[in-house]
């Protein structure tokens, strides 16, 4: 039952409703790299990240990627297209050993149809992820490469930063091959900008993390 809690819209049901969901719902367990779903693929149910990381993206006609966002521990992913019963639009990647639980479509609708409040919910959560999905049109549109990876590696350093001896050491999970495809761009570029962040002084990256010496001068990249 604790799957069910961890998702915001099903807070509301009462135990013996969660605990009807719970037995409907399945766990499987990904290695890095491995694809949850695949664009273009009928959609049978949507998914819970209950460990680990994975990326939601989509593959151009040259090959490029665009990463949409990462789903981490406690997201959900692919309900759209249970709602409106469209393929899946976008491929679901691991990027580190995951769990990832399997809600059904018919589990997911029933609950909706039975329970308005959750209903509701869904609704606010659907318009969150469209407002965050418009950002990031905005930023991919309007700014430069250098503002779009300021921006990532600032939320990174506020958000799972630790001060080390005056910098703020960020893990770096990913390689810069998946950070130019968050950022909309590609490695060359990607791999530019940050030695010139590196050559300012703002930053040093390292194998496994990057080392944020001016948070203000990032910042100020924004």
Known sequence: ??????????ESLSDDAAHRLAR?????????????????????????????????????PDGREQTFRIASSGDTFGEVPVIDRSPNP???????????????????????????????????????????????????????????????????AREEGVTVVGSVVVPREITQQDLASVVGSVREVVSRTLKAMEEDGILTVRRHEILVHDLGALRALL
């Open 24 to 60: 409907e719902w399945s766990a499987r367990s990904y290695e890095t790299r491995e694809l949850i779903l695949r664009e273009g693929d009928p959609a049978h149910g949507f998914y819970l990240m209950r460990k680990g990381k994975a990326r939601i993206l989509r593959t151009g």
């Open 1 to 10: 039952m604790s799957d069910v809690r961890a998702i915001s819209y099903f």
């Open 90 to 156: 976008a491929t679901v990647q691991t990027m580190e050993p995951s769990e990832v639980v399997f809600i059904p479509s018919e589990s997911f609708i029933r609950s909706i149809r039975a329970h308005p409040d959750v209903a509701l919910r869904v609704l606010v959560h659907i318009a969150r992820r469209l407002r965050s999905f418009t950002e990031l049109v905005e930023q991919i549109s309007l700014q430069t490469v250098q503002s779009r990876l300021a921006r990532y590696v600032y939320q990174l």
